[in-house]
């Protein structure tokens, strides 16, 4: 593991920083979002370079689904990038193996509390910051207006009501809802929704086998079965913006990443709501990304002056307006373009209900064992029951002498 280079008091030392004081070195940026976001995020990167001509910045898309463990290759190989896109649940992980730079006192970190607790939350490893907070986020129902009003149909609050629409929708040629079957996250509205969770970190205790997740298994399979939803067990990203844009589906469960292109396909028949509620409760889950710093980046005033930028309060406002993003300062929410922001003023209060996961560090390592017993069950080989056992089995080999 690397220990980060002191830096010294003039910053020096760390590299990056010149006697005048202006800045010097590249900064290699690691960025995982998607292909709309991307052009916003580039061209805010752009922008931090012409402000600074001893700096270049290398911009590099990532693709997410191997980010993180191309992140950590290259760390071990101290080829990693200077500054990573870093999802909230893979801080800790990172952390833990010494490959993100202690943050606490560098220049990285600007206006501290102006962090929502939720988003500065996701930053802290053994009482030290390795990260600085972007966006945050949570899972929503997405509907398309003109075909809930041409079936008829209120937005549904449940995923009964969701059941109980589909005769409606099949009369006009579409169905209810797509369910992503190839992305374990979109599973944890349905085990929330029967008051389960993957596990009670405090009791150090494997929950996702017991009679609440369980049922959340049976629930998504019912949905499938009853003709309530189209899912795929791959792919799902793709099909699942193409089906809800060609009015294949009237609904879809997305998050703030996805309202660029959902607004680009349905303009102002897009519709947000809570996501439907199941057998015992509504919650959604609570996602976000941060920046994380190389622990062994060469030029470390460089690369902590990239992190002030693109987590200052102006580039967050940009990222809002042009993507509808949810900021993670307070004080942005505050702008008059983000407060009118409809998408805002509906995620906004949904991300501070959201239900927040342990921040432990095999955290992350908990979502592929899901994954893979998702995919058992939705493709016939694994019964609900199964699938939740072989997931709780899965995970008390991951977590030591948990129960
Ligand atoms: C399986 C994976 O499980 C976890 O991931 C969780 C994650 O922790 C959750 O928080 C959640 O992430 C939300 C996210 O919060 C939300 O923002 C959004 O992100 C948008 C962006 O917004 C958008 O900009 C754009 O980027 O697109 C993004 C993607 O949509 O949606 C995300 C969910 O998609 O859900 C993830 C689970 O999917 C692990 O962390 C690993 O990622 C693991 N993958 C590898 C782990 C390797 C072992 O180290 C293994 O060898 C490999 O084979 C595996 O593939």
Not at 192 to 197: A, H, P, T, V
Not at 299 to 310: L, T
Not at 334 to 343: F, I, L, T
Request: glycine share 10%; aromatic share 10%.
């Amino acid at each position: 593991a690397f220990v980060a280079t002191a830096c010294g008091s003039d910053g020096d030392e760390a590299g990056g920083g010149g006697a005048d004081g202006e800045l010097s070195g590249t900064v290699t940026f690691w960025d995982t979002s998607n292909e709309t976001e991307a052009e916003v995020f580039e061209a805010v990167a752009r922008d931090f370079e012409n402000m600074h001509p001893g700096v270049t910045v290398d911009y590099v898309n990532v693709g997410f689904d191997d980010a993180q463990n191309r992140f950590k290759n290259a760390a071990a190989a101290n080829e990693a990038p200077d500054v990573m896109r870093t999802e909230v649940a893979w801080v800790a992980d990172f952390a833990s193996l010494g490959y993100l730079y202690p943050l606490d006192g560098t220049a990285a970190v600007e206006n501290q509390e102006d962090f929502l607790d939720e988003a500065w939350t996701s930053t802290q490893y053994e009482g030290e910051t390795y990260a600085v907070p972007q966006v945050t986020d949570t899972l929503a129902l997405f509907y398309n207006k003109s075909l809930l009003t041409e079936a008829g149909v209120e937005v549904p609050q449940s995923l009964d009501e969701i059941e109980q629409s589909q005769a409606a929708f099949e009369d006009i040629g579409t169905t209810p809802l797509y369910v992503r079957g190839d992305d374990p996250y979109w599973f944890l509205p349905f085990l929330y929704g029967e008051g389960g969770d993957m596990v009670d970190a405090e009791a150090h205790e494997v929950t996702i086998d017991d009679e609440a997740g369980v049922a959340a298994f049976s629930r998504m399979q019912e949905l499938v079965d009853s003709g309530a939803a189209i899912t795929d067990t791959s792919d799902g990203w793709e099909n699942m913006m193409s089906a809800f844009a060609d009015g294949d589906v009237a609904m879809m469960i997305n998050g703030p990443w996805a309202i660029a292109d959902a607004t680009a396909a349905l303009g102002e028949d897009l519709g947000v709501a809570a996501v439907p509620a199941g057998g015992q409760a509504q919650a959604a889950p609570l996602g976000g990304w941060d920046y994380g710093v190389y622990a062994g980046t060469p030029d470390a005033d460089a690369s902590f002056e990239f992190v002030r930028y693109m987590s200052s309060a102006e580039t967050q406002a940009r990222i809002t307006g042009e993507l509808s993003l949810l900021p993670t300062r307070a004080s942005v929410y505050e702008e008059p373009s983000v407060a009118g922001n409809e998408m805002v003023q509906f995620f906004k209060p949904a991300v501070d209900v959201a239900h927040e996961r342990p921040w432990i560090p095999q955290a992350q390592s908990l979502f592929e064992p899901l994954q893979i017993s998702i995919e058992a069950m939705l493709t016939g080989s694994a019964s609900p029951e199964e699938a939740a056992g072989d997931t709780g089995d899965a995970y008390r080999e991951l977590l030591e002498d948990w129960q």
